[in-house]
């Protein structure tokens, strides 16, 4: 499961939806801005993987194909 780091925006908002709609994708959403500032998270929306790696939204786009 990954991690999205949202602050509610509306690409963010924009963002979940497609990928709700797309539905392939198993999800929490952290809205924590203390733990994003700790975990180096500069924009949002952005995506934490698995591994630990930090997708900003573009990387995001590109990775989902949305």
């Known amino acids: 499961m990954v991690t999205i780091y949202s602050t509610g925006c509306k690409r963010c908002k924009k963002l979940l939806k497609k990928i709700d709609?797309?539905?392939?994708l198993e999800y929490t959403?952290?809205?924590?801005r203390d733990l994003m500032f700790l975990k180096g998270v500069k924009t949002v929306p952005a995506m934490e993987l698995e591994d630990g790696?930090?997708?900003?939204?573009?990387?995001?786009?590109?990775?989902?194909?949305?």
Request: contains cysteine; negative net charge.
């Open 53 to 66: 790696t930090l997708l900003d939204y573009d990387a995001i786009i590109d990775l989902l194909r949305l």
């Open 21 to 24: 709609q797309q539905g392939a």
């Open 29 to 32: 959403v952290c809205d924590d």
